[in-house]
Every structure is written in structure tokens, then in C-alpha cells.
T-cell receptor, first 118, second 115 residues
Framework: DAGVIQSPRHEVTEMGQEVTLRCKPISGHDYLFWYRQTMMRGLELLIYFNNNVPIDDSGMPEDRFSAKMPNASFSTLKIQPSEPRDSAVYFC????????????????FGQGTRLTVV | AQSVAQPEDQVNVAEGNPLTVKCTYSVSGNPYLFWYVQYPNRGLQFLLK??????LVKGSYGFEAEFNKSQTSFHLKKPSALVSDSALYFCAVRDLSGSARQLTFGSGTQLTVLP
């Protein structure tokens, strides 16, 4: 498997524009996570899905952020409108959990999308 | 609430020397603990985890970590450091007793192995 695939790797956009980040999880994985990494705040969980259903979006910073998972092989994270403080590296991760053993299962991360909003 | 602390932002060691990257945690119940490594411009890679059983956990690339419940610590160790071990290391925790499903990450420790 190619691992978790994120696109684009880098995105530079102007303030106010819509930004869409994409993620393809590892085939067969039933959990998908979106994280944001900044120097100031470290790694923050934004939202996660189980079987394409959003389970916890309490980490989504504002209504400008939205995430979807229309099928098991694709997820998007959208920011509209984007602001300079959204500049960060956004990671997607996936896990396969046998039964209910999410707690002891590691997540596999993509290479991230470096977003710069100017 | 669960939390993780990595008290050192930066650790420097000479190649061939043992290394330790420190991690302490706070949970209300029993923890599941993880270590990840991040190389420049890459995503996080899983190194090892503690779930139950032996306090000494062995992982990838010769790394190991020791779970110490009384000190609420899970320090990452390697007997002989390599220059290629230079990277950013993250400790993470899940609390067994809570409803949280996500990993809570520490702030990261930059390890530099000097040749």
C-alpha cells in the first residue's frame, strides 16, 4: 500500500480564498483523522471519522473549517474563507481497528499539506 | 482530561552515545502510550507503543521505551545513537477510562545526534 496520500503537498493562497485539502486513507482503514501542526500549538486533532461518519469535530477551530468523507477512500478538509492564522501543516491519518480496540491502535500519517495564507 | 509533557524542546547527543527523550503523562485512568518520529517534511511515523504487560517496550530502529506508572513517565531510549536518528519525536497518550478516541500529543522534542 502507498500509505496515506495527501494533496497538495504545498498550498499558497490569498486571504479570503477557499482552500481544499485532500486525503486518501490506507485501503481498509475505517478511522480517519485530520490534524493541524503549528509551532505555537503543536499537533491538534481537528476532526475524526469512523466508517465515513464524523465522530468528534470538537477540535475544528471555527465554522470556516469543514470536513467531509463521502466514501471510504477520500476525505476533504475545507477552509472558507482562509485567513493568515490558518497557515500550518495539515496532516491526515488513518487507522484500522479490529472490533472496538481503537484505544491501542496506532495511526498512520500522510506527509502533510503545508498551507500558507498570505 | 489527558495530557502529555515533553520537558525538553531539544536534546543533543554524540553519535554512539545512549539517548533518552523524556515524556510524562497525565490521565484519569490507565494510559495507552505511543512514540512517533517526524523527519523533515514528512508525516509522523509510529515507533512503538505501550498497552499492557512488560514495562519495557521495544520498537522500530532499535528504540525502546520504559513505562513507569509511579512516575507517570514513558521515556524513549536507544543504547547507541545514530546521526540518522536526528528528527522530531512526539509522545502521545490515550486514556483508557475516558471517552476520548483521539491521541493527545506532546509538544515534541528535537533530537540532534552529532557526528
Amino acid at each position: 500500500d502507498a500509505g496515506v496520500i495527501q494533496s497538495p503537498r504545498h498550498e499558497v493562497t490569498e486571504m479570503g480564498q477557499e482552500v481544499t485539502l485532500r486525503c486518501k486513507p490506507i485501503s481498509g482503514h475505517d478511522y480517519l483523522f485530520w490534524y493541524r501542526q503549528t509551532m505555537m500549538r503543536g499537533l491538534e486533532l481537528l476532526i475524526y471519522f469512523n466508517n465515513n461518519v464524523p465522530i468528534d469535530d470538537s477540535g475544528m477551530p471555527e465554522d470556516r473549517f469543514s470536513a467531509k468523507m463521502p466514501n471510504a477512500s477520500f476525505s476533504t478538509l475545507k477552509i472558507q474563507p482562509s485567513e493568515p492564522r490558518d497557515s500550518a501543516v495539515y496532516f491526515c491519518a488513518s487507522s484500522w481497528v479490529p472490533g472496538t480496540l481503537l484505544m491501542n491502535t496506532e495511526a498512520f500519517f500522510g506527509q502533510g499539506t503545508r498551507l500558507t495564507v498570505v | 482530561a489527558q495530557s502529555v509533557a515533553q520537558p525538553e524542546d531539544q536534546v543533543n547527543v554524540a553519535e554512539g552515545n545512549p539517548l533518552t527523550v523524556k515524556c510524562t503523562y497525565s490521565v484519569s485512568g490507565n494510559p495507552y502510550l505511543f512514540w512517533y518520529v517526524q523527519y523533515p517534511n514528512r508525516g509522523l511515523q509510529f515507533l512503538l507503543k505501550y498497552i499492557t504487560g512488560d514495562n519495557l517496550v521495544k520498537g522500530s530502529y532499535g528504540f525502546e521505551a520504559e513505562f513507569n506508572k509511579s512516575q507517570t513517565s514513558f521515556h524513549l531510549k536507544k543504547p547507541s545513537a545514530l546521526v540518522s536518528d536526528s528528527a522530531l519525536y512526539f509522545c502521545a497518550v490515550r486514556d483508557l477510562s475516558g471517552s476520548a478516541r483521539q491521541l493527545t500529543f506532546g509538544s515534541g522534542t528535537q533530537l540532534t545526534v552529532l557526528p
